[in-house]
């Protein structure tokens, strides 16, 4: 960081944000930060008009801002790090692209991290104003990273949290295809904290937060983490065992003592059944890291930059022309 960085960055990931972006950003723009502040949007493969409002913003905001867009869509997750690597403040703090997170509490939560000397402040949310489904989601995976992450129990992980710059960028330097942020802050420190912020309704839309991508987070959060699946396939393996084996030793007992059902097809089929599917329910958590394993070594991208702006604070005639480029950041 150099004497002339700002205070604060506010990253922003953006997917089909057309109809939410000009207020966040209005809000953003109209904060006092001591220091100052700039702001860093990543557009994450958007498919509305969400390119041509910030190319307008880049013209008409009064703060410093940078616009990276991704060649497509890459998750949440791996749009936050590209905008780490963009930022320049000493500290940098992510806001989801609906309003659900205000600038003000952003900003209460920088200042409670400076006086707390912490280098991450999560926001913990009293109410969370998000669907039931997608509450009870975000406990569950709370509730396993009690189990795998090295964190205080019960500790809630928000993806509202404000990030020093050397944790950000120690964070951003991981090039893996399926990146967990709140982990990979975990492994970099454990000088972290809570502050309870207001989390307010969405601007407009709907979420682009899908069943599947909540999934995808679990998997991530589970497998990149942990190999707590495989000691747990290994535990229950055993244990099959176990009942298979004494199953055997009660069929050879009917047998010795002329006992038992006449007829084995039925217990036959259904130990089958019961032995096949546990098989293939491990075999399934087995490639599942094997899987990783191969997009990791084959260098599967974590992102693609297809250019950058940067403008605001800046008369419409300085504002810098995009760089059109094609960055893999693997």
């Known amino acids: 960081m150099t004497s002339t960085s700002p205070a604060l960055s506010f990253v922003v990931p953006l997917y089909n944000s057309a109809g939410t972006i000009r207020g966040l950003i209005s809000e953003i723009c ?31 905001c009064q703060t410093p801002i940078t616009y990276v867009e991704h060649a497509r869509n890459f998750g949440e997750h791996n749009a936050v790090l590209t905008g780490w690597r963009h930022a320049a403040g000493r500290y940098i703090v992510n806001l989801d692209d609906d309003g659900q997170n205000p600038p003000a509490e952003a900003v209460r939560l920088f200042r409670y991290a400076i006086d707390n000397n912490l280098d991450v ?16 989601g975000s406990r569950l995976t709370n509730r396993l990273t009690d189990m795998i992450l090295d964190k205080p129990k019960g500790f809630y992980l928000s993806s509202f949290r404000c ?31 809570g502050l309870q912020v207001y989390h307010s309704d969405r601007a407009s839309g709907e979420s ?14 589970v497998v990149n983490f942990s190999v707590m699946p495989l000691r747990l396939a290994t535990v229950l393996g055993l244990v099959m065992s176990a009942f298979g084996f004494m199953g055997i030793g009660l069929v050879l007992y009917w047998r010795l003592t002329h006992q038992g059902p006449a007829f084995g097809w039925g217990s036959l089929m259904s130990a089958l059944l019961l032995f096949s599917g546990v098989q293939l329910a ?3 958590v087995i490639g599942e890291y094997l899987g990783r394993m191969f997009l990791t070594v084959n260098q599967r991208p974590q992102s693609v930059i297809r250019e950058v702006s940067r403008g605001g604070g ?12 094609l960055t893999v950041q693997r």
């Open 121 to 136: 402040a999560f926001g913990q949310y009293s109410l969370k104003r998000h669907a039931a489904w997608r509450n009870w």
């Open 282 to 284: 491990l075999l399934g």
């Open 30 to 60: 109209s904060l006092q930060v001591e220091g100052g502040h700039e702001i860093i949007l990543v557009n994450d493969g958007s498919t509305d008009a969400t390119a041509d409002i910030c190319s307008g913003l880049l013209e008409t």
């Open 314 to 325: 800046l008369t419409a005639s300085s504002v810098e022309a995009p760089k059109t480029i």
């Open 163 to 193: 990030v020093s710059a050397p944790v950000a960028h120690e964070v951003a330097a991981n090039i893996g295809p399926f990146p967990y942020i709140d982990g990979l802050i975990l492994q970099v420190t454990q000088r972290i904290g």
């Open 208 to 221: 682009g937060y899908t069943l599947r991508r909540l999934l995808r987070l679990w998997l991530s959060t």
